[in-house]
């Protein structure tokens, strides 16, 4: 059993370590309410957008805009895999990496041996992790963050949606955490372009439209928009499961550190204990040492 000294300074840095972590659950928490409220109000605005697209995919015939929606086989892909900045949110991380590895040995595991996947990492952790596993990874957006502007993240995207349409790429994909609530973080990959299987029907509503001054002209507008929208709508996600996740993992952390103090000040009073009885057994053999 370690002595009392020793068991003090554990419960010294035990209380330390629960005091930084219930006050990251704190600041967490009102972090979480911030973008949750962001969130909640971009949603309703993308899924319009995407649900407009969906409409609109089919009669758009025009040579200017049929690159959005053309399909093609994804000899090579691009993966922007969205991460945080730091750590301390449990598995957040962790599964973000591990969906792009799945994805790389599964479904674009020809694309990646011919040395045609990209990954772009929005966050530095899943830009490390992936180093870590030996994987190759891109650093055109390494400055951006989920915390980004709306204009810095639409000049990002519309560098990718350029690329794409001049072919360096056949399909765009986001891997991120889709925020549920504080509790509850969806992994998905989405993917971007081509457009046409971007589209649920839950997103899409049957409309006629009157195009004023003309269709292709407003749909060039239209679609970089719209993709760029939905891009930011990511980021945002991202970053309200970050705090959530966080939020979480200090307040388990916080948890476990009491029941560590519990455990620690048993110890210390039973070592207390046997220090006294100790004592008293010297005194009591001494004093019969001395009358005998």
């Avoid at 659950?25 to 969130?39: G, H, N, P, Y």
């Avoid at 799945?102 to 990646?112: I, N, S």
């Amino acid at each position: 059993m370690a002595n009392q000294k020793e068991i003090r300074a554990r419960i010294s840095s035990t209380i330390s370590t629960q005091q930084i972590t219930k006050a990251m659950k704190l600041v967490s928490a009102t972090k979480l309410r911030k973008a949750s409220e962001a969130i909640v109000r971009m949603r309703p605005y993308a899924e319009k957008l995407q649900g407009i697209m969906g409409n609109l995919k089919d009669s758009t015939e025009d040579d200017r805009l049929a690159g959005y929606f053309e399909a093609r086989e994804a000899k090579k892909v691009l993966l922007l895999v969205i991460t945080s900045d730091r750590g301390l949110c449990g598995a957040f991380n962790a599964n973000v990496v591990k969906r792009v590895r799945t994805l790389l040995d599964g479904e674009y595991a020809d694309a990646h041996k011919a040395g045609n996947v990209t990954l772009m990492c929005v966050g530095k952790k899943g830009g490390e992790a992936l180093k870590r596993f030996g994987y190759e990874v891109n650093l055109d957006l390494v400055t951006l963050t989920q915390n980004s502007s709306a204009e810095t993240s639409f000049a990002a995207m519309q560098s990718v949606i350029d690329a794409y349409l001049l072919g360096k790429y056949d399909r765009v994909e986001v891997v991120y955490n889709k925020f549920k609530n504080a509790a509850t973080q969806i992994l998905v990959n989405e993917q971007l372009l081509p457009i046409a299987n971007n589209v649920s029907e839950s997103t899409s509503v049957s409309s006629d439209y009157i195009f004023e001054p003309g269709k292709v002209a407003i749909l060039e507008d239209l679609i970089p928009r719209s993709l760029n929208t939905l891009f930011y709508r990511a980021l945002l996600d991202s970053l309200a499961s970050e705090h959530g996740a966080r939020m979480v993992a200090m307040d388990k952390a916080t948890e476990n550190a009491g029941d560590l103090l519990r455990a620690l000040r048993l110890a210390y009073n039973q070592a207390r204990q046997a220090a006294i009885t100790r004592e008293i057994s010297e005194i009591v053999g001494g004093v019969a040492a001395l009358e005998g």
